[in-house]
Structures are given as C-alpha cells and as structure tokens.
T-cell receptor, first 116, second 113 residues
C-alpha cells in the first residue's frame, strides 16, 4: 500500500506554545488529506479535510483558529495547534487519498501531543 | 447520515482458530466502499481489506476475507488461522464516492496463545 509519513511521532510542549505536525504522502499525490484526533480506546474523530491549494473544511465543533491546516502541495499537509493547552493533548493522525472517487485512504503513524 | 456499527467491543480467539468480527452500516447510497482497518498497539492504521459495493464477490486477502451482504447492510471480517500479530483494534469503515470515511466504534481482538 501507499506510504504516509508523519512528523514528529511525539512532542511535548508547554502550555501556550504552538506545535506543527507534518504529514507527507511519500509515493503518491494526495489530492485530499484528512486530520483525525483519537482519544484513548476510542475511534478516530475527523477534525478537518483539506484539498491541495484550498482552505480546509472543518468538522462541526473543531476550532479552525485553534487547529490551522495548510495543504500547500500534493504531498504535504501541516496541522498547527496554536496556543496549545493541556486539553489539546491527544493522538493526532493524518490520512491521505489520491483519486477522490476511488482511492483508498492511507494513514500516517500518528503524533502523540502532550501539553504540560 | 451514514452510520457504522460494530456491536462487539471485544473479541478473543485461540491462536490458529478462526474469528469473525461483525459490522453493519446504514446508507441510502448504492455506490460505496467498505473497509476494514487494523490498529495494532503501535497505533498505525493499516488497511486490511476493501470491498466495492458493486462487486458481488467477497474480497479476500490471504487469511482475511469478508462476508458482504449488501441487502442486509452487513460487512463482517473473517480471520482464519489467527496469529499473535493479529491482535489489534479493528475498525470497520464506510465511504461513498468522494466523501469522508465513517468509522465504527472498533473491536478489540485478543489472540490467546
């Protein structure tokens, strides 16, 4: 299957700082990328969908000014958690898809964010 | 809105035995895709198997196969000859064309040696 990388795999930061997470599709062009949040022992919760060159579409209840998403190229999307607080601590997973009508979504390995 | 239901929060099976994980979904669409993803302790989501709704033949990938019942909106996963490495959370997911994935709640599978 296709490969999606995510960096960093884990990060610890102080409350009030911003953290950027990168997601890359390594062997295919991702027309659409997705960002998920996963709480312990729960399913994945979609935060936002982004298409290359367009503004991201956020799910209801997700603060777009808090979670900034940029999809500047067909292989890179970034999620920036601005002014992070302890409640933002979570596991963040990105996913990428090529052809929107037929292609499977492939997932990155995730990033564990801990805000102190 | 489409929903996916996995009614078994936890399942366990003896090594080398066969286990079936259940999944039902609700949709009014006729053209869609169904997936099973595996999330081991590393938390990397791994695609196990994919089924296109227009195909009547059940998808198979080595020891993994599905029983796709379109009229009943059921999509179960059968794992044959279970191995210790199969231990993971398994998520059933649905997607209509060009739309987002909808996940079930997950089933935690334990393999007993």
């Amino acid at each position: 299957g296709a490969v999606v990388s995510q960096h960093p795999s884990w990060v610890i930061c102080k409350s009030g700082t911003s953290v950027k997470i990168e997601c890359r599709s390594l062997d295919f062009q991702a027309t659409t990328m997705f960002w998920y949040r996963q709480f312990p022992k729960q399913s994945l919760m979609l935060m936002a969908t982004s298409n290359e060159g367009s503004k991201a579409t956020y799910e209801q209840g997700v603060e777009k000014d808090k979670f900034l998403i940029n999809h500047a190229s067909l292989t890179l999307s970034t999620l920036t958690v601005t002014s992070a607080h302890p409640e933002d601590s979570s596991f963040y997973i990105c996913s990428a898809r090529g052809n929107p009508s037929t292609d499977t979504q492939y997932f990155g390995p995730g990033t564990r964010l801990t805000v102190l | 809105a489409q929903t996916v239901t996995q009614s078994q929060p936890e399942m366990s099976v003896q090594e080398a035995e066969t286990v079936t994980l259940s999944c039902t979904y609700d949709t009014s669409e006729s053209d869609y895709y169904l997936f099973w993803y595996k999330q081991p302790p590393s938390r990397q989501m791994i695609l196990v198997i994919r089924q296109e709704a227009y195909k009547q033949q059940n998808a198979t990938e080595n020891r993994f196969s599905v029983n796709f019942q379109k009229a009943a909106k059921s999509f179960s996963l059968k794992i044959s000859d279970s191995q210790l490495g199969d231990a993971a959370m398994y998520f059933c997911a649905y997607r209509s064309r060009a739309q987002k994935l909808v996940f079930g709640q997950g089933t935690r599978l334990t393999i007993n040696p």
